[in-house]
């Protein structure tokens, strides 16, 4: 499967981070179109999958001391979408981790 991932640098303490992650996941699932999405948090690492445009899409969320890892896994059939996936990402992550 093709992979969209980001790393984004933060200097929030831990709680903060899980806090801010959360919200930053919701607001991406949103522009995914992926309210539903399952979601599976274990430890510093947040995985999620759902359906978006008919299309099954995952991914997960690693919560380091210093930044947020980002990977979304999509299938071969969506790998038109890739350089807006990245876009998404790269637009609505960072803002979240803003002290």
């Known amino acids: 499967m093709p992979k969209v991932t980001g790393t ?12 801010k992650t959360d919200e930053a996941l919701d607001d991406l699932l949103q522009a995914f179109e992926m309210p539903d999405a399952e979601r599976n948090k274990e430890g510093n690492v947040i995985t999620f999958k759902g359906v978006s445009q008919g299309v099954n ?38 803002p979240f981790l803003a002290e």
């Open 8 to 19: 984004y640098p933060h200097a929030l303490d831990n709680e903060t981070a899980h806090a």
């Open 57 to 94: 899409t995952g991914g997960s969320i690693e919560i380091t001391e210093n930044a947020l890892n980002v990977t979304i896994e999509l299938p071969f059939s969506a790998i038109a979408f890739k350089g807006r996936v990245q876009k998404a990402i790269d637009k609505r992550i960072p």
